[in-house]
């Protein structure tokens, strides 16, 4: 099994089916990544704020999606539209009353949803927002919209890497062995019963477990600031095709938003939120509970933003194509790879393409799997 020269460097793995192996050129190959913005990232539902950030009418946000550049504004009833950008260049600010509406470009479907995210889709005939996500909010719906929820970190980085990489990191937790913090205070028996629940279009949720924060030097427990109907001190995480993850943990929601800029280039927004009716102190120790492990200089993320730059470097656009294995099976559990294939999967339904051989079509892949199986 081992490839001990470069001919067996470059079989194709024999006795691994091939939906358990990706392609590396997946996440540098130029074409595929034109393809993805067309196919995928033109067709999802986004993310692309939440409704705290622009609070009052004629407050407004922009971004991009699949290169389109949108955005999004409440208009003097309250309610939140979306709209090709023409003009404006600004991130964020208040629309002039006088230029206001005038001239509207044809507004996009745009839903307000779980937790007050504003949910956009260039997408001229989409699914519902709740035919979209399937059952993968179950887990955190309740927790999400029992109070109204507020913004309280933002940063955005971009980092050198194919947005499918940060995907992967918050999807596959095996590398958890890599975060210092994680091995402290999360390898308990619960831990490793945590299970991976598949949903229909590509989202996949995390079970689960009860983190022991007080485990780790200097930390304390997340009890006292709960989010609502969250058990004491438990993590629940979406994470969503084709790469936004939903990540609840004791006291803070993470939630990340990809933008995927070319095949080895993402711009990640990380959005931290508490609850709209924290008191001052309240918040403080919210936003300290977050950031000491989210937030840019904490005991988490950073870790994550090295491992996938680094890997990108092992796949640019020069280097030789290597396959990647997901085909680890543990019933489910927490380092079962069940979440990577069934992302990929449908990935590869998507963009038509194989993601064990980006050379054949989805059902040209498909039939030789079956073929092997046969
Ligand atoms: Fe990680």
Known sequence: MAARN????????????????????????????????????????????????????????????????????????????????????????????????????????????????????????????EDWVD????????????????????????????????????????????????????????????????????????????????????FESREELSFPHLPTNHWEMIDMFPGINFNLRGSAL???????????KVMIEFRGLGLKSDTDKERLIRQRHHNSIWGPFGRNLHEDLIAVSTQQGTMHDHAEPRRILHGRHENNTIHDEVGMRHFYDEWGRWVDLWPGDPSLTYTEGQSLELQKVA
Not at 146 to 167: G, M, R, S, T
Not at 255 to 261: A, I, K, N, R, S
């Open 6 to 129: 470069h001919v067996k460097w470059k079989q194709v793995p024999g006795q691994i089916r091939s939906g358990e192996y990706v392609d590396s050129r997946i996440y540098s190959d130029e074409n595929i990544f034109k393809k993805e913005m067309k196919t995928i990232f033109s067709k999802v539902w986004i993310p692309v704020c939440h409704e705290s950030e622009i609070s009052e009418p004629y407050r407004f946000r922009t971004t991009t999606i699949a290169g389109v550049p949108i955005l999004v504004v409440r208009d003097s009833g309250g309610e939140i539209h979306a709209l090709a950008n023409t003009s404006e260049r600004r991130p964020s600010g208040k629309i002039e009353l006088e230029v206001g509406f005038k001239d509207m470009p044809d507004p996009l479907h745009c839903d307000v949803k779980f937790g007050g995210f504003v949910w956009v889709t260039l997408n001229e005939n989409p699914p519902t927002i």
């Open 254 to 264: 993470r939630v990340d938003v990809m933008t995927p800029l070319s095949p080895d």
């Open 135 to 218: 059952g993968s909010f179950d887990c955190m719906e309740k927790s999400l919209n029992a109070e109204p929820l507020d913004v309280f970190h933002y940063h955005k980085a971009i980092i050198p890497c194919n947005y499918k990489l940060w995907h992967d990191t918050n999807s596959e937790f095996y590398h958890d062995y890599l975060h210092y913090h994680n091995r402290i205070t999360g390898f308990n028996e619960s831990y490793f019963a945590r299970e991976n629940k598949c949903f229909n279009n590509g989202h996949v949720n995390v079970g689960s477990f009860e983190v022991q924060y007080d485990n780790y030097d200097g």
